[in-house]
């Protein structure tokens, strides 16, 4: 159980274009889904907080108008990189948790993102 | 600032030989603990995970932690690797009180055949 899926699993975009990756969470309920951003050997970190019906907490540093994210139902979280630019290459990744306490995140595959 | 940060970069070694990664956080207050793992073309999986109780805890495929308070560390063990635990390891720490998660560097492990 707790299968996260995201999609696509990688787009390649001219520069300009703005690109949606989808978040879903398969078999349970995410009350909490989460972005992250991983640059090549390195580790994650964390992009922003969604939460459903709710706006997201961006963490310090990212631009809200650059990377929107809407999490319209319990299952789906998306994340669109508008007006992307080749410094926003990298690989994006969602993670979703299940209401509760003590809930630990389950994560998505990933999205490589490469913007010519 | 919270902080994760882990010891090794490259872990290289033969199979049915010990591993041990090193975890530690700087978090103030009660911090919940995790290990990930992601193997080659594959997505974050969680391996074990620390929110209380007893400090060593069991996870899947063999692998444990310690809890150690007073170092703030929470290292991975396995007594015995495969090949198949070529991967890379990542610790993470989050509030108790809520859940965003901070990541270590990341570890990879290469287990030679």
């Known amino acids: 159980g707790a299968v996260v899926s995201q999609h696509p699993s990688w787009v390649i975009c001219k520069s300009g274009t703005s690109v949606k990756i989808e978040c879903r969470s398969l078999?349970?309920?995410?009350?909490?889904m989460f972005w992250y951003r991983q640059f090549p050997k390195q580790s994650l970190m964390l992009m922003a907080t969604?939460?459903?019906?709710?706006?997201?907490?961006?963490e310090q540093g990212v631009e809200k108008d650059k990377f929107l994210i809407n999490h319209a139902s319990l299952t789906l979280s998306t994340l669109t990189v508008t007006s992307a630019h080749p410094e926003d290459s990298s690989f994006y990744i969602c993670?979703?948790?299940?209401?509760?306490?003590?809930?630990?995140?389950?994560f998505g595959d990933g999205t490589r993102l490469s913007i010519l | 600032a919270q902080s994760v940060s882990q010891h090794n970069h490259h872990v290289i070694l033969s199979e049915a030989a010990s591993l041990e990664l090193g975890c530690n956080y700087s978090?103030?207050?009660?911090?919940?603990l995790f290990w990930y793992v992601q193997y080659p073309g594959q997505h974050l999986q969680l391996l074990l995970k620390?929110?209380?109780?007893?400090?060593l805890v069991k996870g899947i495929k063999g692998f444990e932690a310690e809890f150690i308070k007073s170092k703030f560390s929470f290292n991975l063990r396995k007594p015995s690797v495969q090949w198949s635990d070529t991967a890379e390891y990542f610790c993470?720490?989050?509030?108790?009180?809520?859940?965003?998660?901070?990541f270590g560097g990341g570890t990879r492990v290469l287990v030679k055949p």
């Open positions: 620390y929110f209380s109780g007893d400090p």
């Open positions: 969604s939460n459903e019906g709710s706006k997201a907490t961006y």
């Open positions: 993670s979703a948790e299940r209401g509760g306490s003590n809930q630990p995140q389950h």
């Open positions: 978090y103030g207050g009660t911090v919940n």
């Open positions: 993470a720490a989050s509030q108790a009180a809520g859940n965003k998660l901070t």
């Open positions: 078999d349970f309920q995410a009350t909490t």
